[in-house]
């Protein structure tokens, strides 16, 4: 039996997708994990080992061609964290969310600053998006 997850004694609605992934993409993915970006970091720091409701994280975790930031499995959401590097990229990343969509996924993004100065906002907005999306 599927374990269910509560936040504020909310239950929420799992959404455990079948999900391809590149396995040629395990390097870049595994660099990624080492690379030790600070807001990532920072993020993984507070969600880690269920720390967010007990729900589990993965971080940079490879979904068909693309790596995204953190995936939760149990609800097929996606946690974006975007830097410098999504800067003139809209259209590519545009292209991308809508493939993950399509595939199943929810999407939420918080931009590197966000992280680093208001984490306590991010991790209410991440729970006001639960909540909304999954219950």
């Not at 997708?17 to 993984?44: D, H, I, M, S």
């Not at 953190?70 to 996606?78: A, T």
């Not at 545009?94 to 929810?106: H, I, K, N, S, T």
Request: some cysteine.
């Amino acid at each position: 039996m599927p374990k269910t997850y509560c936040i504020n004694g909310v239950q929420l609605k799992t959404n455990y997708l079948a999900l391809k992934y590149n396995p040629k993409l395990n390097q870049r993915a595994r660099a990624l994990r080492q690379a030790r970006n600070l807001p990532e970091v920072l993020f993984w720091m507070r969600v880690n080992q269920g720390q967010f409701f007990d729900l589990d994280f993965d971080r940079q975790k490879i979904i068909g061609n693309y790596i995204v930031d953190f995936y939760c499995k149990s609800l097929g959401l996606i946690i974006e964290i975007d830097g410098s590097s999504h800067l003139d990229r809209e259209e590519e990343d545009a292209v991308r969310e809508a493939w993950l969509r399509d595939q199943g996924c929810r999407i939420i993004r918080f931009t590197s600053l966000l992280i680093m100065e208001h984490m306590d906002q991010v991790i209410e907005e991440l729970e006001d998006f639960v909540l909304e999306n999954y219950t």
